[in-house]
């Protein structure tokens, strides 16, 4: 039995998507084309690239911290630089990921430090009559 040929709508000749079955069966769909299989593993090798180029980014930041929390930290990187002889900005990117892994654990141990809300009383554009008490 050979394959069902199937003409598109504008005439170019059988979907490319649409192929013969063991049983005879024309399946497929326009969605799971060549075409399409193409552009998906397209877009998986652009994520991916995208992924690896987000991990070799390299970024500065600025924050205001303790001279002491800076001492610290800045002692701690030159002693893994030196006992690993990996580039310093492969150790500060360790520790800060090991930080972002233990933030739970800082989060709780800080504790909240918001104060409490007050009542706001005279908001303007709220006539007397109009609020509730």
Known sequence: MSPQKFDTADDEGPSPALVPHQDGLIVGSPADGPDQQLLDAQRRAEHAKAIRDAKDAKTR??????AAAADAFQAVVDDIH?????????????????AVE?????EKRLGPKVAPMRPVRGVRGVSPRERVE
């Open 61 to 66: 930041r600025s924050w205001y911290t303790s």
């Open 82 to 98: 030196h006992a690993t002889r990996v580039p310093k900005h492969e150790v500060v990117a360790a520790l800060l990921e090991a």
């Open 102 to 106: 233990q933030a739970p654990a800082v």
